[in-house]
């Protein structure tokens, strides 16, 4: 159980588009996700937190109206990269944690998205 | 703040090798430990956990003990096989009651045959 999925898996994309990241909990619901951003040999850096119904809570530094993400249901929120340019090329992560007792404290991890932008 | 450090890397063994990568963290309260795995070109695999102190979490013949008094939660094992090769996450729930993970720097390590 407690299996995150994310799609695409990989996306090129030209300087001024849009692109969208899904973020799935496959069999369990998820009260809260995470968006992380990973940089070539780096930890993680987290972006936002994101509660189902509400709305995001970016960290300092992230601009919210470039990465606008979106927690519609308990299993799936999405993270749009707006007007997409190379300096945002880089791995997309989302995790979710459980609303469930089993798995205190646990976030489970997508496989991450690869976004090039050229 | 809210921190964690890690060993530098990358750690290079050879196989059979024991190992071992230290962790501290600085935190108040009583945070959950985690140390995570990135093989290349993959998101994290949860590799072992610790929820309260003196807790050792184990899992593939990894260990981490739960240390509050030096607040650490050192990663081991004592043979290390080629697979192993990868990238090892410490991380700890912060403070705030988010459910926040602070990650560490990242640990790589290489084990030849």
């Known amino acids: 159980g407690a299996v995150v999925s994310q799609h695409p898996s990989r996306v090129i994309c030209k300087s001024g588009t849009s692109v969208k990241i899904e973020c799935r909990s496959l069999?369990?619901?998820?009260?809260?996700m995470f968006w992380y951003r990973q940089f070539p040999k780096q930890s993680l850096m987290l972006m936002a937190t994101?509660?189902?119904?509400?709305?995001?809570?970016?960290e300092q530094g992230v601009e919210k109206d470039k990465f606008l993400i979106n927690h519609a249901s308990l299993t799936l929120s999405t993270l749009t990269v707006t007007s997409a340019h190379p300096e945002d090329s880089s791995f997309y992560i989302c995790?979710?944690?459980?609303?469930?007792?089993?798995?205190?404290?646990?976030?489970?991890f997508g496989p991450g998205t690869r976004l090039t932008v050229l | 703040g809210d921190s964690v450090t890690q060993m530098e890397g990358p750690v290079t063994l050879s196989e059979e090798a024991f190992l071992t990568i230290n962790c501290t963290y600085t935190?108040?309260?009583?945070?959950?430990l985690f140390w995570y795995v990135q093989y290349p070109g993959e998101g994290l695999q949860l590799l072992l956990k610790?929820?309260?102190?003196?807790d050792k979490g184990s899992n593939k013949g990894f260990e981490a003990t739960y240390r509050k008094e030096t607040t650490s939660f050192h990663l081991e094992k004592g043979s290390v096989q080629v697979s192993d090769s990868a990238v090892y996450f410490c991380?700890?729930?912060?403070?705030?009651?988010?459910?926040?993970?602070?990650f560490g720097q990242g640990t790589t390590l290489q084990v030849k045959p």
């Open positions: 995790s979710a944690r459980a609303g469930d007792s089993r798995f205190y404290n646990e976030q489970f």
């Open positions: 069999d369990f619901q998820a009260t809260t």
């Open positions: 994101s509660n189902e119904g509400s709305k995001a809570t970016y």
């Open positions: 935190a108040t309260g009583y945070p959950s």
């Open positions: 610790a929820t309260k102190a003196d």
């Open positions: 991380a700890y729930t912060g403070s705030s009651n988010t459910g926040k993970l602070i």
